[in-house]
């Protein structure tokens, strides 16, 4: 059974957590900083973080956002705004003792700086 999987079952401890988030197609959004198996790093979904319907949805509609990075159409600096509220909102879900921190993008397509969410 993986990391992962234990970690589902047991349930998240939330203030233990080094998340970071992040925009990739298809994804949450928010990643699990640390060795998940043969990863550096993996994917949570909101469910394992036990998020509201409306920040779930919020993030939801922040990763749709991103696909505009295909066609050349996002307001990267708008989009990076959203990405930093949301973290803001994550960091307070998981508290003070959890980490969280924000990677920007850029408009060339690469990523900024990472930035930590206290």
């Not at 003070?96 to 397509?109: H, I, M």
Request: charged share 25%; no cysteine; proline share 2%.
């Amino acid at each position: 059974m993986s990391k992962t999987s234990r970690a589902r079952k047991k349930g998240i401890q939330l203030d233990k957590l080094k998340l970071r988030v992040m925009a990739e197609y298809g994804s949450s959004g928010i990643w699990m900083i640390g060795t998940i198996g043969y990863f550096r790093h993996g994917m949570v979904g909101y469910s394992s973080l036990k998020l509201s319907p409306d920040l779930a949805a919020r993030f939801e509609q922040w990763i749709d956002l991103y696909w505009g990075m295909l066609e050349d159409n996002l307001d990267v600096d708008k989009f990076n705004q959203i990405g930093r509220m949301l973290a803001r909102e994550l960091k307070t879900h998981v508290g003070q003792s959890g980490y969280v921190e924000f990677v920007p993008e850029l408009a060339t397509g690469a990523l900024g700086e990472t930035e930590i969410i206290e």
